[in-house]
């Protein structure tokens, strides 16, 4: 999905970060999680969906908290420490040819970063992916009390983007937030992979040659 193009060029380039700058495999936490649980297999099923927790990404449930959710709902029989470990192991790679495509437009573009995630893995992210360095400015969930696709995330990277609505474009793997985004004027593109992305920024004409996304 690509949203309609604008007559007003565009300036600035609003990226999410899971499923578009990373690749991740969320299953890995909730299969190593539940494996510590009274009924492994149901909470497997349960705790589908808990990296994304609006409370936790919002930065209003802390990981102690969550981690005394666990025990009292599925007898997680693991201390904090542990299960902060846990929490903590990587589950996140560079998403192929991406990091070409994000140099390649930092030397042109303002790229913005609008990421829904929890405070804690955020630190892992920022220590392993050098990918985040294109981004002259990072906004993240955690840090602004609310969360794609609330209208008040875009208009936070809106202004960190420095330009109006039609002079930016929003790259999500989500077609809701793109069409969140939409709403508000901001065109964009539901990735899918760096060679849908590079095809539909020349739609744009911007050209993000072979090259570039190696």
Known sequence: MTTPHSPLEIRAFIFDLFGVVLSFDENSVYTRLAAQCHEPATALQALQGLVSTPALITGKLSLQQLHQQLVAKHGFSLGFAQFEVLWLTPYTAAMPGIAGILRALSSRYRLVLLSNVDCYYLEVVRRQHPEL???????????????KPDDAAFFAALR???FPPEACYFVDDKVENIEAAARLGIRGHAFSSAASLSAALLLEGIAVGESDRH
Not at 133 to 147: K, M, P, T
């Open 160 to 162: 960190a983007a420095e």
């Open 133 to 147: 360095s294109y981004f002259a400015d990072q906004l993240v969930s955690c840090e602004l009390g609310y969360a």
